[in-house]
C-alpha cells in the first residue's frame, strides 16, 4: 500500500502475510492495527517482514 489516505480506522485482524508487506506514505486519520495488538492470537504475521517508511499516523494501535 502507498500513498493512501484513510479517514477511518484501518482494520487489520488476524492477517497472516506470506510475502514481503511494502507500507509506505500513508496517511491514517485515526490509526491502524499493523504493528499492534502484540502477543494475542490475532497479531498481525509478516513471515518475510515489512517495509515501512513516511506514514503519518499511529500503525500500532491494539
Known amino acids: ?3 493512501n489516505i484513510f479517514h477511518g480506522f484501518l482494520n487489520f485482524f488476524d ?3 506470506g510475502e514481503t508487506v511494502y507500507f509506505s506514505n500513508n496517511t ?3 490509526g491502524c492495527n ?3 495488538n502484540k502477543g494475542e492470537g490475532y497479531e498481525i504475521i509478516f ?3 515489512i517495509i515501512q517508511k513516511g506514514n503519518i ?3 500500532d494501535l491494539e
Do not use: I, S, T, Y
Open 1 to 3: 500500500m502507498k500513498g
Open 15 to 17: 492477517c497472516q502475510f
Open 28 to 30: 491514517l486519520l485515526k
Open 34 to 36: 499493523l504493528l499492534g
Open 47 to 49: 513471515d518475510n517482514g
Open 57 to 59: 499516523g499511529r500503525l
